[in-house]
């Protein structure tokens, strides 16, 4: 990539930041447009938060990627968030418009699309175990619901989060079915049935050590497990999924159509998808060898 007096920044906040694929897919994309970009990533300090958005315009930077920690504490420095962003309560993505910081969140939309190409069961009218309730879990949810899910039930370490969760999900979405369960309940073997679809928003799984977020025995041919975890890129819930031959997904897809869509905010120009798969993949297949 040639770095030119013409070249525009955009990047990702975070922190920390080392571990992000993102500049891979994004950096993979703008060559191969022949786009005059280039995707940094800044990791921040914590006090620093405000001072590092307010100075997005004055050093022009175009967009930038809002990660772990900073996905809610950002939003009293924008100007505008859009509807995503303000149903989720979280940003993932600040776009400069006309000399305004807008949030947007593509998390969302990012894990729908990833779903419907991985899974391919129809959304409408199932049911959904969502386990977490952080930003993630929100922006699945609203996004879920936003499709015509059918019920969402919500298991959550802090059980008062998920009843937040589940408090803003019903002033949004009135025949939506939805329940907030105890994170050790018994009784999920009852609950969740042929046709369900569980999805793991916490970070549970990312270590060997992690144990399994779910009792194995709840798993049947009919249903389908998602993880948001692409890092290791099976997790033990993945594992299980497979060895029981259902269908399953990790977070690879949603973290490259999320990225799609915030680079389509940043450049109105649709984003190379294959080119953008390629580099995650390639990226994720190092990763994988260098953590065994
Ligand atoms: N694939 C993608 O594109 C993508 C996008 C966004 C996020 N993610 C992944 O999703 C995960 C969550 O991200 P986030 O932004 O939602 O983080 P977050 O807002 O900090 O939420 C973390 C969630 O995990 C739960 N949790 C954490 N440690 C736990 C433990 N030991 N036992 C049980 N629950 C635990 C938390 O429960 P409490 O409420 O009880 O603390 C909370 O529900 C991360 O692994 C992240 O990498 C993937």
Known sequence: MLITGKTRIVGIFGNPIEQTMSPYMHNAAFEALSLPYCYLPFNINHNDLEASVRSIIPLGIKGVNITIPFKMKVIPFLDELDRHAGLIGAVNTIEVREGRLIGHNTDGNGFIKAFNEEIDLPIAGRRFLIIGAGGAARAVAFALAEEGAGEIIIKNRTVEKGRVLADDLRKNFFSLKISVMEFNAYGINNLITDGDVIINTTSVGMKSSDPLIIPPDILRPSMAVCDLIYNPPETPLLRGARKSG??????????????????????????????MREALIREASKTKCRTE
Do not use: C, H
């Open 246 to 275: 259902i269908r399953f997904m990790n977070g690879l897809g949603m973290l490259l159509y999320q990225g799609a869509l915030s680079f389509e905010i940043w450049t109105g120009l649709k984003a190379p998808i294959e080119v």
